[in-house]
């Protein structure tokens, strides 16, 4: 019980952080903002294809959006505290590793995951402003939005939490070019994903579940080698 | 009751062939002392200090607190209070919102009221819901130490509490450690190379050098022992005393002796006080005082330094 309530006092915390840091909220938003709206308008077919694109935006898009603004706000969250030095301190407390990093990742997965709900809004928003018949997503993509995309995040920002733990700050950089690099590509590719039919499917949706879980639990596992000496000797 | 205890604690951060960061260090504080650990910038004060926190792990030796290895169970990080030299605070909480955030991962009860106490015994009431970015180094630090101490802790650690700070600031920080020591019966770890502040708040130091500990005692047997081998001798003139520093060279034994105006200092050699004092008289001479002199912890220490570069 105690272990959970300084998890919830911990993901509070980043959240609160979040929330109130104006320039790191909103460029959160901003990219939310843009990239949804490039999707929605990007959303071209006849009435009766726009269904199944907007359905494979929101497929998509859903969860990528969610991983974009979880990359930007892991890194305000793990990475700053490291460089400032404040870890050190919190490693001190009678909070287990598992607890902090686990704290960390809530607190940055909720907003990331309402601000892909957001984008998911915006999208079916701007689709339906442009054409003539009303366009609602399916269950499946209600369903992936509303369980999938949280699983994927929190996983996704779990590791990279993990990652800018574990590493050194020169390790880090390196790794957040890489990122940057995937997560921009991916989001490039966006128009050759959605402009293919029936993408989404109960097997598309209970794969990504199911590879969510195995990265939850891969995640899981490589907490393993996290320890508090790793923490130390790579801050500086 | 020994609280902190390291036993020939030695820590490596390269290979084999890399020097020790710390070195056979051993180490035995009471409960209730404000114990002083002293030593140049990368002497590895603040290494032996995440050691003791359970941060490290030794490479050799062991280390015990509270009879315990260190940042094994919570139950044990729960009873230690820590300063690092940057206060591990997040500029964008407020003063009221770092504390209670402590405070709740400590398990606090009653946080308002702790809160109000230590925002009041630091000085910073009146700054509650000021962001911590706006605060300048010195009340950070103040906050750093009411969040250090917001689970009332019975062990301490301070890293460099002073550091950085200017005098005004500094003075403000060391009364507030004074009066936390004097008013809560708590152990305090203090790495400084400030010896004006360890000087006023330890009980016992030690004094590190590179990763070796060169010297751990009370500072008063410290600075003591440092002129053990020594004394000075006052004449009623400068003229008597020429001729006690003839007197005393003439015992062969003794020949490191030294003149100025009235006074004669003389290393002893394992000769008793009473006997030199015995001498002089017997040679007519009058004697108005004789001193043991009593270094400072300054000379002290940059002896100590000093002997181990030139080894």
């Known amino acids: ?236 | 009751m020994t609280v902190i205890e390291a036993i020939d604690l030695s820590k490596s951060f390269g290979g084999p062939s890399t020097p020790p960061v710390l070195d056979g260090i051993s180490l035995a504080i009471e409960a209730g002392e404000v114990f002083g650990y002293l030593g140049p910038n990368g002497a590895g004060k603040t290494t032996t200090m995440r050691v003791l926190l359970g941060l490290l792990r030794p490479t050799k030796g062991a280390v015990r607190v509270f009879g315990e290895e260190p940042g094994q169970r919570d139950e044990v990080r729960a009873r230690l209070g820590v300063l690092f030299e940057n206060s591990g605070l997040d500029d964008r909480m407020t003063a009221h919102q770092s504390l209670d955030y402590h405070a709740r991962l400590y398990g606090v009860r009653d946080r308002r009221g702790r809160i109000d106490e230590l925002l009041d015994f630091v000085g910073l009431a009146d700054r509650r819901g000021a962001k911590i970015g706006t605060f300048s180094t010195g009340m950070k630090r103040k906050l750093g130490l009411a969040r250090a101490i917001v689970h009332d802790p019975e062990i301490l650690f301070l890293d460099e509490p002073s550091a950085g700070l200017d005098p005004e600031a500094q003075r403000m920080v060391r009364e507030l450690l004074q009066e936390l020591a004097a008013t809560r019966n708590i152990t305090v770890f203090l790495n400084s190379h400030h010896l004006d502040e360890v000087q006023r708040l330890c009980s016992r130091i030690a004094i590190l050098h590179r990763g070796r500990i060169r010297a751990c005692d009370s500072v008063e047997n410290l600075r003591r022992g440092a002129g053990a081998d020594r004394i000075e001798v006052r004449l009623s003139g400068a003229a008597q005393a020429a001729r006690a520093a003839e007197v005393l060279m003439a015992l062969h034994r003794l020949p490191h002796v030294g003149v100025d105006g009235e006074w004669v200092t003389t290393a002893i050699d394992g000769m008793a006080t009473p006997e030199i004092v015995a001498t002089l008289v017997r040679a007519g001479l009058d004697i108005e005082e004789v001193t043991r002199p009593v270094k400072s912890l300054e000379d002290v220490y940059f002896e100590m330094v000093r002997e181990e570069g030139a080894a």
């Open chain 1, 1 to 236: 019980m105690r272990a959970f309530d300084q998890v919830l006092t911990i993901a509070h915390k980043e959240l609160r952080e979040i929330v109130t840091n104006r320039g790191l909220l909103f460029s959160g938003v901003f990219f939310a903002g843009w990239f949804s709206l490039m999707t929605g308008m990007g959303v071209t077919g006849e009435d009766i294809s726009r269904g199944a694109e907007l359905d494979n935006s929101l497929f998509y898009m859903g969860a990528l959006i969610g991983l974009f603004v979880g990359y930007i706000y892991s890194g305000q969250t793990y990475l700053r505290e490291k460089q400032t030095g404040i870890v050190e301190t919190l490693l001190c407390s009678p909070v287990s590793l598992r607890s902090i990093w686990i704290g960390k990742a809530l607190g940055v997965a909720l907003p990331s995951w309402l601000l892909s709900l957001l984008s998911a809004a915006l999208i079916v928003l701007v689709v339906n402003y442009r054409s003539t018949e009303t366009i609602m997503p399916g269950a499946t993509v209600l369903l992936h939005m509303l369980l999938v995309v949280p699983a994927f995040i929190v996983a996704a920002v779990a590791l990279m939490g993990f990652s800018q733990l574990m590493l050194g700050m020169r390790e880090n950089m390196v790794v957040n070019m890489l990122t940057i690099m995937v997560l921009f590509g991916a989001l490039a590719a966006t128009r050759v994903v959605v402009e293919e039919a029936q993408l989404v499917t109960w097997t598309a949706v209970t794969g990504l579940l199911s590879a969510s879980l195995g990265l939850l639990l891969l995640t899981s596992l490589l907490g393993r080698f996290l320890s508090r000496e790793r923490i130390v000797r790579t801050i500086s």
